[in-house]
């Protein structure tokens, strides 16, 4: 009897709902997901993502603790046990393998259930469906662009630059590099110091401003006159919580800064102050733009708020959320860089 081992994963990604990738391999004709043979010294997560990758071009996040084990026989005197773990996409950019891929997309959880060809590729859905949804893994928003020489700053600032002194590509014994940044960079928070004379920076601020529960407002469809978000639209939500992230979709191209996005009015800070919001985020550059000046800035600092700033929300539905957007300690700093995080809020 021979034995053959192959491993795959239920591949999803979050957009205002969970999608899943399906796959139809040239070898079977079938919906299923991305799987294939352990080659010579593989585990089976590795193999995993090896496959992953070479169907589909995706990176992945493998969740070890979901994994199901389909046997069945191809074909006489053969017997094969496939291993599906779950895999979470870092992007959406498919690259299909033409010589093994018929065809890949992203559907809902009920499409892909009505597409999958066999009853055991639907029950691995199922379980990883329900194992997502009851949060025994707990589902992550990653709202923070990610950081590189491309992402652009205000334009008197110092753009991001990664110094290399060490590489093993060069030959040397370990890779070894500083940086030379400004600290309002990608998702970043300003402290109260950026435009106050005081001595309220990150190595003696408060916590509880950048970790607790948040609510996600999306305005992007609103008509915002002159790029500004007056008192009159936020008049539109209830805001419930003491975090508030602010998704207008105007500044969606990370890479370039332009003056063209949305910003708040002073009087719109203020009606959040009254509504006991302790901290405001944005899906741009910054709270102000060219119309604004510094006067949302201003209003931030007098109410002793805080600016979380950058993000990208443009995967993030409204709702509740916990923030977690946790600044770097650093001595009278005016501002740091977080890795910013959203997961489900529960009271």
């Known amino acids: 009897m021979k034995i053959e081992y192959s491993a795959g994963a239920v591949v999803y990604r979050l957009k205002t709902i969970i999608v899943y ?22 585990s089976n997560i590795t193999a995993a993502k090896r496959e992953i990758y070479e169907e589909t071009g ?11 084990r389909v046997q069945y026989s191809p074909k006489a005197n053969s017997n094969k046990t496939v291993t599906f773990f779950l895999a979470k996409a870092l ?25 999958l060809t066999y009853m055991s590729a639907m029950n691995i859905l199922r379980d990883a469906h329900d194992f997502l949804q009851n949060s025994k893994q707990e589902i992550l928003f990653d709202i923070t662009p990610t950081i590189s020489e491309r992402t652009a700053v205000y334009p008197t600032d110092v753009p991001f630059k990664r110094i290399v002194s060490s590489s093993m590509e060069k030959g040397d014994m370990l890779n070894l590099s500083s940086v030379e940044t400004a600290l309002h960079l990608g998702a970043h928070v300003d402290s109260r110091s950026h435009f106050m004379k005081c001595k309220n920076s990150f190595e003696n601020d408060s916590l509880n401003f950048y970790i607790g529960k948040a609510q996600v407002l999306d305005i992007s469809d609103e008509s915002l006159k002159n790029g500004i978000i007056s008192v009159e639209i936020l008049k539109q939500y209830y805001v419930h ?17 332009e003056n ?10 203020e009606y959040l102050y009254f509504k006991d919001v302790v ?3 944005v899906d741009t550059p910054s709270v102000d733009n060219e119309k604004t000046g510094f006067s949302a800035h201003h209003a931030i600092a007098k109410y002793d708020m805080r600016a979380l700033e950058g993000l990208d929300l443009e995967n993030v539905s409204e709702g509740v959320y916990e923030l977690i957007a946790l600044p770097l300690k650093i001595e009278d700093g005016d501002g740091s860089p977080v890795r910013a995080i959203l997961r489900k809020w529960s009271e």
Do not use: C
């Open 58 to 68: 995706l990176k992945v996040d493998l969740m070890p603790d979901f994994s199901r």
């Open 91 to 115: 992007s959406d950019d498919i690259k299909v393998q033409v010589e093994e891929v018929l065809e890949i997309k992203w559907v809902s959880y009920k499409e892909a259930i009505s597409l």
């Open 21 to 42: 990738l399906v796959i139809i391999h040239k070898n079977g004709g079938h919906w299923d997901f991305p799987k294939g043979h352990l080659e010579e010294g593989e």
């Open 279 to 281: 901290l405001i985020g």
């Open 241 to 257: 919580a003491p975090r508030i992230l602010l998704k207008t979709n105007s500044a969606l191209n990370k890479e370039k800064f």
């Open 260 to 269: 063209s996005f949305v910003a708040l009015s002073r009087e719109a800070i």
